[in-house]
């Protein structure tokens, strides 16, 4: 918040009056900037501008040595944050658990506050469309250095922070986030850009940080960031396009409208944009650009709650995603989104949740198959189709067929290049598998699960001082994730750091609450592999001989025949735990007994 004008404290002094700028158009003159980047300034990066009791000499006015105090201080640390504000994500998902609006829950089930923000998320769906066609055409014609004759930056990556709500109403907090996200959205589909994905831009929520910081820490040449109005039926968004690296102020326009009338509007908006600059771009592109999406817009609403829910990564909020999905479904059976997330939420439910891959492999496929036959170029259908044909099927040509389909349409897609990287892990193409979850990374630089992925990419390429690192960094975006010391902990194992394993063990349990015996099986591991093979057996008889995990105790014990009749048993029940065995460190030892390559043929991985 920006201080008030008020009476000077006792015994201060009054700042001379040649010391006082009386105007935006007068701070912005003295900073050498203009008036948007200066009122950016404020609001962001905290520019020392007071408000005016009286308006006998207007409305804002600022003092010389308070800016000279803020521009030295700028520069010297380059970014401030609030106290108690968190870095990184809640992140368990591909483009990590989202945060939803900043870090705030889901919204509550009182019937007032939800009916806003349902109206809240229509228009936003109708007008991010309407500034991202205008805003993309911008950014293809400045893809070779045209605006109106003048060169410009090359932009080549963009980020779309969070806009800020302006309403005055916690409520219409969902609207502002729901235009973000489908702004980025629109951005995404550009080929030749690459568009940093909403949840690493929405970690950066609530920071005070300079767009210099922000351009290192993302790596984008450019920064998309507003402001939003939503009064008296009408809605009025504030868009600015910086250069990154300069802080430079590139392009701004205001759009307002009525409120219910955003979904008409689109393709006009876009148009008066358009009109102002020179667009270059593929027909195909510029009609997937312009399209007015058809859909109902209540499914839409519904397809973004459940989305919201599902990347949370969490089972409870997976069940109600899927209610979500079926009610978009019911609400406008065309709509193929809410089909294509349906995949994505009933394999989440074998591979991390309660149930077997046998359970959810029919639902998974012919929910993919239903987006698909709906709309066959949506890469979110494509990308569980490919899972299911991959991970349920070992169908491995055919699913990397698939994946490479999804990820050519829309290079920007987190989800596609993530699924990607796990296909590619589980057939042991290792080189490859790192090149995508790189790829992945650089789009969601800030999801703790991106990062802890390419730390077990890493992991099963015995690379284990770069796997160490990359999840310790994912440790850092999100310390509550269970499952990122457990892959740490297996990193140490492979690097005879056993005793650091174990404290990670103990630090999964103070997680994770009783029962004690939780992790007894990766414990057992991990005491056989460090010599304390009695130990290991002692431990073992803790855990049910069903669990497919007693495979990897017998193989760090050396007992063979456990281990594969353990191997042959999950092979049997399809279980998840098995997709990515062939590269694991953990069955170094089993690699030369002949039943290896038998369950390798079994699951298609034969080379």
Same mark, same amino acid.
Request: no cysteine; aromatic share 6%.
């Given at each position: 918040?920006?201080?008030?004008?008020?009476?000077?404290?006792?015994?201060?002094?009054?700042?001379?009056?040649?010391?006082?700028?009386?105007?935006?158009?007068?701070?912005?003159?003295?900073?050498?900037?203009?008036?948007?980047?200066?009122?950016?300034?404020?609001?962001?990066?905290?520019?020392?501008?007071?408000?005016?009791?009286?308006?006998?000499?207007?409305?804002?006015?600022?003092?010389?040595?308070?800016?000279?105090?803020?521009?030295?201080?700028?520069?010297?640390?380059?970014?401030?944050?609030?106290?108690?504000?968190?870095?990184?994500?809640?992140?368990?998902?591909?483009?990590?658990?989202?945060?939803?609006?900043?870090?705030?829950?889901?919204?509550?089930?009182?019937?007032?506050?939800?009916?806003?923000?349902?109206?809240?998320?229509?228009?936003?769906?109708?007008?991010?469309?309407?500034?991202?066609?205008?805003?993309?055409?911008?950014?293809?014609?400045?893809?070779?250095?045209?605006?109106?004759?003048?060169?410009?930056?090359?932009?080549?990556?963009?980020?779309?922070?969070?806009?800020?709500?302006?309403?005055?109403?916690?409520?219409?907090?969902?609207?502002?986030?729901?235009?973000?996200?489908?702004?980025?959205?629109?951005?995404?589909?550009?080929?030749?850009?690459?568009?940093?994905?909403?949840?690493?831009?929405?970690?950066?929520?609530?920071?005070?940080?300079?767009?210099?910081?922000?351009?290192?820490?993302?790596?984008?040449?450019?920064?998309?960031?507003?402001?939003?109005?939503?009064?008296?039926?009408?809605?009025?968004?504030?868009?600015?396009?910086?250069?990154?690296?300069?802080?430079?102020?590139?392009?701004?326009?205001?759009?307002?409208?009525?409120?219910?009338?955003?979904?008409?509007?689109?393709?006009?908006?876009?148009?008066?944009?358009?009109?102002?600059?020179?667009?270059?771009?593929?027909?195909?592109?510029?009609?997937?650009?312009?399209?007015?999406?058809?859909?109902?817009?209540?499914?839409?609403?519904?397809?973004?709650?459940?989305?919201?829910?599902?990347?949370?990564?969490?089972?409870?909020?997976?069940?109600?995603?899927?209610?979500?999905?079926?009610?978009?479904?019911?609400?406008?059976?065309?709509?193929?989104?809410?089909?294509?997330?349906?995949?994505?939420?009933?394999?989440?439910?074998?591979?991390?949740?309660?149930?077997?891959?046998?359970?959810?492999?029919?639902?998974?496929?012919?929910?993919?198959?239903?987006?698909?036959?709906?709309?066959?170029?949506?890469?979110?259908?494509?990308?569980?189709?490919?899972?299911?044909?991959?991970?349920?099927?070992?169908?491995?040509?055919?699913?990397?067929?698939?994946?490479?389909?999804?990820?050519?349409?829309?290079?920007?897609?987190?989800?596609?290049?993530?699924?990607?990287?796990? $296909? /590619?892990?589980? !057939?042991?193409? %290792? +080189?490859?598998?790192?090149?995508?979850?790189?790829? =992945?990374? &650089?789009?969601?630089? #800030?999801?703790?699960?991106?990062?802890?992925?390419?730390?077990?990419?890493?992991?099963?390429?015995?690379?284990?001082?770069?796997?160490?690192?990359?999840?310790?960094?994912?440790?850092?975006?999100?310390?509550?994730?269970?499952?990122?010391?457990?892959?740490?902990?297996?990193?140490?194992?492979?690097?005879?750091?056993?005793?650091?394993?174990?404290? $990670? /063990?103990?630090? !999964?349990?103070? %997680? +994770?609450?009783?029962?004690?015996?939780?992790?007894? =099986?990766? &414990?057992?591991?991990? #005491?056989?592999?460090?010599?304390?093979?009695?130990?290991?057996?002692?431990?073992?008889?803790?855990?049910?001989?069903?669990?497919?995990?007693?495979?990897?105790?017998?193989?760090?014990?050396?007992?063979?025949?456990?281990?594969?009749?353990?191997?042959?048993?999950?092979?049997?029940?399809?279980?998840?735990?098995?997709?990515?065995?062939?590269?694991?460190?953990?069955?170094?030892?089993?690699?030369?007994?002949?039943?290896?390559?038998?369950?390798?043929?079994?699951?298609?991985?034969?080379?």
């Amino acid at each position: 918040m920006t201080p008030e004008a008020s009476a000077p404290v006792d015994g201060a002094t009054e700042p001379d009056a040649t010391d006082r700028l009386d105007s935006w158009k007068d701070v912005a003159t003295y900073l050498k900037r203009d008036v948007s980047t200066v009122q950016r300034w404020e609001r962001r990066e905290g520019l020392p501008i007071h408000r005016q009791q009286h308006d006998k000499l207007g409305s804002v006015y600022a003092f010389r040595h308070e800016l000279d105090a803020w521009r030295v201080g700028r520069s010297r640390h380059g970014e401030q944050r609030p106290a108690d504000s968190e870095s990184g994500l809640d992140a368990t998902s591909p483009s990590g658990p989202e945060p939803g609006v900043g870090s705030s829950d889901l919204p509550s089930p009182a019937v007032s506050r939800f009916e806003r923000w349902r109206v809240g998320r229509l228009v936003a769906a109708g007008i991010a469309t309407t500034v991202g066609i205008g805003l993309a055409s911008w950014l293809l014609s400045h893809q070779i250095g045209i605006w109106s004759g003048s060169p410009r930056p090359e932009i080549r990556s963009i980020v779309v922070l969070p806009l800020e709500n302006l309403s005055g109403d916690v409520a219409q907090e969902f609207f502002a986030a729901g235009l973000t996200e489908e702004l980025t959205g629109r951005l995404a589909q550009l080929t030749g850009l690459r568009v940093v994905s909403r949840t690493s831009a929405m970690s950066l929520q609530g920071r005070r940080i300079s767009v210099p910081t922000i351009a290192r820490e993302l790596d984008v040449d450019a920064v998309v960031e507003g402001t939003v109005r939503r009064e008296g039926g009408r809605v009025r968004i504030s868009i600015q396009l910086i250069h990154a690296p300069t802080d430079t102020h590139l392009w701004a326009r205001d759009f307002e409208r009525e409120a219910a009338a955003t979904w008409p509007l689109q393709i006009e908006v876009a148009q008066a944009v358009a009109d102002e600059i020179r667009v270059r771009a593929s027909p195909e592109e510029r009609a997937r650009l312009a399209t007015i999406p058809t859909v109902s817009p209540a499914a839409h609403e519904e397809y973004l709650l459940g989305r919201h829910l599902l990347w949370k990564f969490i089972e409870e909020d997976r069940v109600l995603a899927i209610d979500h999905f079926n009610r978009a479904i019911r609400l406008d059976p065309k709509y193929a989104a809410p089909y294509a997330a349906l995949a994505h939420a009933w394999w989440m439910r074998g591979v991390l949740g309660p149930l077997s891959l046998k359970q959810v492999a029919t639902p998974a496929r012919e929910a993919a198959l239903a987006a698909l036959a709906r709309d066959d170029r949506s890469p979110e259908a494509l990308a569980a189709l490919a899972y299911v044909q991959g991970m349920f099927d070992w169908d491995w040509r055919r699913a990397e067929a698939t994946i490479e389909r999804a990820v050519a349409l829309e290079p920007n897609s987190v989800d596609a290049h993530y699924v990607y990287a796990l $296909l /590619l892990m589980a !057939m042991g193409r %290792l +080189t490859d598998a790192v090149s995508q979850i790189d790829h =992945a990374a &650089r789009l969601d630089p #800030l999801s703790a699960q991106v990062h802890s992925t390419y730390g077990r990419v890493l992991y099963r390429a015995r690379r284990f001082d770069e796997a160490r690192e990359r999840l310790e960094r994912a440790l850092l975006l999100e310390p509550r994730n269970v499952g990122i010391y457990g892959r740490l902990a297996d990193v140490h194992e492979q690097s005879g750091r056993y005793d650091d394993a174990l404290g $990670l /063990l103990d630090r !999964m349990s103070t %997680l +994770t609450g009783p029962p004690a015996t939780r992790f007894a =099986a990766r &414990r057992a591991r991990i #005491l056989a592999s460090a010599g304390r093979t009695d130990d290991g057996r002692q431990l073992l008889a803790h855990v049910p001989p069903q669990n497919p995990e007693v495979a990897e105790v017998f193989a760090a014990l050396g007992d063979h025949d456990a281990a594969f009749t353990s191997l042959f048993r999950a092979l049997d029940e399809r279980d998840s735990w098995l997709l990515f065995i062939k590269s694991d460190p953990i069955f170094e030892g089993l690699r030369r007994d002949p039943r290896w390559a038998a369950v390798l043929r079994r699951m298609n991985l034969v080379d």
